[in-house]
């Protein structure tokens, strides 16, 4: 360490003359959090870790960064391999690496955000596998503070999918309206793959695709809404409750806020509703904020990214 000029303080502070790499073992697997788009949203011990890898696996189905930037990753760590969804699933091609090599799997936002890489890290362990991990700024913490929303106050996150032929998830919208009846926010993160296979072909869902598939959802709950409601299970009667409750509203009027590219130079939110989010053009990737209740700091922090405000 070097005593160094504060030029901010006008004083004295302490700085380290070189960042110095972490310290890793030879062969292992080190989950590597990307960040929210950018080479600069990476941590600079993720970006020393990556670089001493033998090999780097991109996990690119779970979240994307765009082209550009990953050519400017790999122009910095080295050379990067795109995997999906089997690789990482059945991870027996990663095992054999990491049992003679160091390899990094890079994971956009938090390695371990996702119950996929949480399992990979525990299989890792039971193979006899060392795993190090290298967290990374993500969704859930960016959006709440960015939107102006308190993230106390934000219940159970969800992810709206495609519909998938004659199937509809309708766990998303009953998931909202549980959070709605407790008076939390909701979080939504949206599909990146119509087929839901996890294997390439992926299209990150624009605002119209999520009004479509919420409307679908919205359309084949109103066909159970009127259901007597279990007397067996408390925790079922609530959800069908709240979703009986949710579905009295205008779909249209109820207030969504659009995030778009979140962490990036392309940010970008606007708070509207689920009747107008169609019109909304969107960025590379979103997700969507469905407000509770809000008080009267959070009331003002949301209508500030109303159009025309």
């Avoid at 371990?112 to 596998?129: S, Y």
């Avoid at 949206?190 to 999520?210: N, W």
Wanted: negative net charge; contains cysteine; glycine residues 8%.
């Amino acid at each position: 360490m070097a005593l160094a000029l504060s030029k901010r303080l006008g004083g004295l502070s302490m700085a380290a003359k070189e960042s110095q790499s972490p310290s890793l073992p030879e062969t292992g697997l080190l989950l590597v959090g990307m960040g929210m788009g950018r080479l600069e949203g990476m941590t600079t011990e993720a970006i020393q870790a990556a670089t001493q890898a033998d090999h780097r696996r991109y996990e690119a189905y779970t979240a994307l960064w765009p082209e550009d930037e990953l050519a400017r990753l790999e122009a910095t760590v080295g050379p990067v391999q795109r995997v999906m969804r089997p690789e990482v699933e059945e991870p027996e091609e990663l095992f054999a690496l990491a049992k003679d090599s160091l390899v990094a799997l890079l994971v956009v936002g938090d390695p371990l955000q996702a119950t996929t890489h949480v399992d990979l890290q525990l299989r890792a362990r039971e193979a006899g596998i060392e795993c190090h991990v290298f967290h990374g700024i993500s969704i859930t913490s960016v959006v709440t503070g960015a939107v102006g929303l308190s993230n106390y106050k934000f219940g159970r996150q969800t992810t709206l999918t495609y519909p998938y032929g004659d199937w509809i998830a309708t766990s998303p919208m009953e998931v909202l309206a549980a959070n709605w009846e407790q008076n939390l926010h909701t979080l939504a993160l949206l599909d990146l793959d119509p087929t839901g296979l996890g294997t390439g072909d992926q299209r990150p869902m624009r605002p119209e695709d999520a009004v479509q598939s919420m409307r679908l959802m919205w359309e084949k709950l109103q066909e159970t809404v009127d259901e007597p409601l279990s007397e067996d299970y408390v925790r079922l009667a609530f959800r069908q409750m709240a979703t009986k409750l949710y579905l009295q509203q205008n779909f249209d009027d109820i207030p969504v806020v659009l995030c778009a590219d979140m962490g990036t130079p392309e940010q970008a939110i606007v708070t509207t509703t689920l009747g107008a989010l169609g019109d909304e053009k969107g960025g590379r990737l979103n997700s969507l904020v469905f407000p509770a209740g809000t008080g009267e700091v959070e009331e003002k922090a949301v209508l500030r990214w109303k159009r025309g405000e």
